[in-house]
């Protein structure tokens, strides 16, 4: 199984993805591409978190440097 940092690729809206989130890897959706808006000029991406047990959903933002693309 391989995934592709956003590094190779810009993850459009709609993307599925993964990221760590607390101690787990956990998959989400990209909602939103927020531009080049973080510290030092980083890309920044809303994302949705597929998490079955959560009341709400959540929503994060998060540097695309560190989300890769879902297998």
Do not use: Q
Not at 5 to 24: E, M, N, Q, Y
Not at 54 to 70: F, G, N, R, Y
Request: charged residues 30%; glycine residues 10%; hydrophobic residues 40%.
């Amino acid at each position: 199984m391989s995934s592709t940092t956003t590094k190779h690729r810009k993850l459009a809206v709609g993307s599925k993805v993964t990221l760590i989130f607390g101690l787990d890897e956990v998959r989400g959706t990209v909602i939103e591409d927020r531009g080049n808006i973080g510290v030092g000029g980083r890309r920044l991406l809303r994302v949705r978190l597929d998490i079955p047990d959560a009341s709400e959903p959540i929503e994060l933002e998060v540097p695309a440097d560190d989300v890769k693309t879902a297998a």
